[in-house]
Nanobody
Framework: QVQLVESGGGLVQAGGSLRLSCVASGRTFSRNAMGWFRQAPGKQRELVAGISSYDSTYYADSVKGRFTISRDNAKNTVFLQMNSLKPEDTAVYYC?????????????????WGQGTQVTVSS
């Protein structure tokens, strides 16, 4: 049974940093792209960062230069380092594993999802 467990969310002031982690269990995902999505109240879920099986990365325009995605295949873990956080970054953040080796922005391309972790940025 595949499980993705996120951690590292919380409350932070604007300008601060958080590091999200997502540990996968049940199988290895070294050949799959992985991504971090977020969903704010009343908004659609969006991909903020993704990393392919060969470590090519994608970032949404809104987080470029502030967020960094990385993965440790030996630990079946994906990370999201978030710096210079803004109140508009407030959302529930989800990690997900794609059915593909390449990053896509469509949530339907992701087969496995974590339960989500809340990130709240105060002004």
């Amino acid at each position: 049974q595949v499980q993705l467990v996120e951690s590292g969310g919380g409350l932070v002031q604007a300008g601060g940093s958080l590091r999200l982690s997502c540990v996968a269990s049940g199988r290895t995902f070294s050949r799959n792209a992985m991504g971090w999505f977020r969903q704010a109240p009343g908004k659609q879920r969006e991909l903020v960062a993704g990393i392919s099986s060969y470590d090519s990365t994608y970032y949404a325009d809104s987080v470029k230069g502030r967020f960094t995605i990385s993965r440790d295949n030996a630990k079946n873990t994906v990370f999201l380092q978030m710096n210079s956080l803004k109140p508009e970054d407030t959302a529930v953040y989800y990690c997900a594993v794609s059915v593909s080796a390449v990053v896509t922005t469509r949530s339907g391309d992701y087969a496995y999802w974590g339960q989500g972790t809340q990130v709240t940025v105060s002004s």
